[in-house]
């Protein structure tokens, strides 16, 4: 009677094995090649009859109705908060050299008043250049000087030469009234010819006078030119010295400009090309975003496009905004790379200015409108087989559905335009 007992126990145990034995021999069993799997079995078509998933919820099959539908793709841009309207503080345009080093720059972000200074470039070589421009200058001033003094005794000695021919021309004149009768016809005629030279002396003085009257001024004009010419080079080092130094002429936050060179920002020892931009005071009322965009993808983009911005220093925050122009010439944004890029202004719908900030780097998604009322699926619905075949699987129930091989269309972010192969109303199952 107790061997019963146990007996019956065993049994049971042992029926329970083999049940499971025979569970897992059929979940490890090869998947038969249908419908629901194309392209298995490398791309042979199987004789074997379609799988049953009489096993299967039918709830937990998502289906799918084709809708007509649009297709959209974002489109991410990389790029900067600036300001359209801004006081640029430019690299000064000094002659005969060819950049100028920084020697000074206020902060960075800082809120500079009006008359502060916030640049300063190094001035050494023309404060030397300015010593010997002083030096010129009184080497001019000392020529101008000694010329007139020159040109005084010159004077004199033509006014003393016109004097003495004047005295020989009366003595002569005295000489030669004295009656004919009285003299000698030799003496009568000797003191005659000295009267005609003593006039003759007397009109060559006072011409050599006229003509130094006459030239006076020009020779008095090389040596003043000269110092003109010293005066006005030490006026031009003094103004460009002057442009070394820059003050702000309205309040407002300090930005640096971009070095090219260096691709980084402008910073203290940098030497600037003149004209380069070293920093600016922008106005914050007309914030925007400078938007990068390859070549490849400037057709895309058009004028009045919504976007939306966000940036990598305020996570959470975003703004809407539009695009409202775009460049015609592609450039290099830097002298390390030979990549085109065109720019793309952004206007914000609305700026924050106590947490937006010029420099601020943005990231800028534009949706892109690909096609419009066209026949749409979710990625999941299509797939590829081993020939590169897209198919879905239609059909009104997941045990009744097909392989449909397709064409595609626009492909979106999340939908997929259907060219054809199959219509809007049928009603599709996820491509496992």
């Known amino acids: 009677m107790n061997m019963k007992k146990n007996l019956f126990p065993g049994l049971w145990r042992c029926a329970a094995v083999a049940a499971g034995v025979v569970v897992c021999a059929s979940l490890f069993a090869p998947a038969r090649i249908s419908a629901q799997n194309p392209g298995l079995g490398g791309g042979k078509t199987s004789s074997a009859p379609p799988i049953t998933l009489q096993d299967v919820p039918a709830k937990r099959v998502e289906e799918y109705v084709v809708k007509a539908n649009e297709i959209i793709r974002d489109m991410l841009l990389t790029g900067e908060l600036n300001a359209a309207r801004a006081i640029r503080i430019n690299a000064p345009r000094i002659q005969n050299t060819f950049g100028s080093t920084i020697a000074y720059l206020a902060e960075e972000g800082a809120i500079v008043k009006a008359g502060e200074r916030i640049v300063e470039f190094d001035a050494t070589s023309l404060i030397n250049s300015r010593a010997d421009a002083e030096l010129s200058l009184e080497t001019a001033r000392f020529n101008v000087a000694k010329r007139k003094v020159d040109l005084e005794a010159n004077r004199c000695d033509r006014l003393n030469s016109v004097a003495q021919a004047e005295a020989a021309v009366k003595k002569a004149e005295l000489d030669a009234k004295v009656d004919r009768s009285l003299r000698s016809e030799n003496d009568y005629a000797r003191y005659q010819l000295t009267l005609s030279n003593a006039r003759l002396n007397l009109d060559k003085a006072r011409e050599e006078l006229g003509n130094f009257e006459k ?14 010419q010293r005066e006005l080079e030490l006026r031009r080092i003094d103004n460009d010295i002057a442009q070394l130094s820059i003050d702000a002429v309205l309040d407002g936050i300090f930005i640096y400009g971009d070095n090219w060179q260096s691709n980084r920002k402008v910073q203290v020892g940098d030497s600037i090309f003149p004209g380069m931009e070293v920093a600016s005071i922008p106005d914050l009322t007309s914030m925007q975003v400078i938007g990068y965009v390859y070549d490849t993808e400037y057709r895309l983009l058009k004028a009045g496009m919504r976007c939306d911005v966000s940036f990598d220093a305020l996570p959470g925050v ?21 990549k085109k890029l065109f720019q793309a202004t952004i206007r914000l719908d609305e700026v924050d200015h106590e947490i937006l900030k010029p420099g601020m780097t943005a990231r800028v998604n534009v949706p892109l409108l690909l096609a419009n009322a066209v026949p749409a699926v979710p990625r999941a619905y299509v797939g590829v087989d081993s020939q590169g075949r897209n ?27 259907i060219a054809s192969g199959v219509s809007v109303g049928e009603k599709l199952f996820p491509v496992q």
């Not at 879905?392 to 064409?407: C, E, H, M, P, Y």
């Open 318 to 338: 975003n703004v809407g905004g539009s695009v409202v122009s775009l460049t015609d010439v592609a450039s290099r944004r830097g002298f390390s790379t030979d």
């Open 391 to 417: 198919y879905v699987l239609k059909g009104t129930d997941i045990r009744s559905a097909n392989t449909q091989f397709v064409n595609l269309g626009a492909i979106g972010d999340s939908l997929i335009e």
């Open 215 to 228: 030239n006076y001024d020009s020779e008095m004009a090389l040596v003043e030119i000269t110092r003109s």
